[in-house]
């Protein structure tokens, strides 16, 4: 995977500068049992507040996952995909961006900043988007007017 920075760059060079989002990938460091872990956090913000935070607003399924080794080997994978999904909706043509989804709605949070997509195609990422997007949405038409 790219380095963090690149594909925030390349996510900055799309979104609407009218609104205040921001967009970020941090890594947290602890001392396990027996080894360093690095544990990943995604967070959006909009006009200062935390619209998308994950993994805290996506917590682990899985109970069999006790030990935090296990724990951090998922969350670092999930990571993962969060940059591909977002990295995905950037290399894809603007018709297939218009129906992307993933698991976490990040790319529906991503396309609902995208200056790309005008006022005119709101209506329909209002239909589907998340509750996260929808305020994006929102900031937008503020904004605007």
């Known amino acids: 995977m790219k380095r963090w920075s690149k594909l925030q760059k390349r996510i ?3 979104v609407d500068p009218t609104i205040d989002w921001q967009i970020h990938c941090v890594v947290y ?3 396990g049992w027996n080894c360093e872990h690095s544990v990943p956090r995604y967070f959006i913000t909009l006009n200062g507040q935390i619209i998308f935070d994950w993994p805290k607003d996506f917590p682990i399924i899985n109970d069999r996952e006790q030990y935090w080794e296990s724990i951090s080997l998922h969350v670092q994978t999930a990571a993962s ?3 591909k999904a977002i990295e995905d909706y950037l290399n894809a043509p603007i018709e297939k961006q218009l129906i992307m989804t993933d698991p976490w709605g990040v790319t529906d949070i991503v396309r609902a900043a995208d200056r790309r997509i005008g006022k005119r195609r709101w209506h329909e990422l ?3 988007s998340n509750e996260a997007a929808r305020q994006v949405l929102i900031s937008r038409e503020i904004a605007r007017n």
């Open 126 to 128: 209002f239909a589907v």
């Open 12 to 14: 900055y060079a799309i």
């Open 81 to 83: 995909r969060i940059s």
């Open 29 to 31: 460091r602890y001392n």
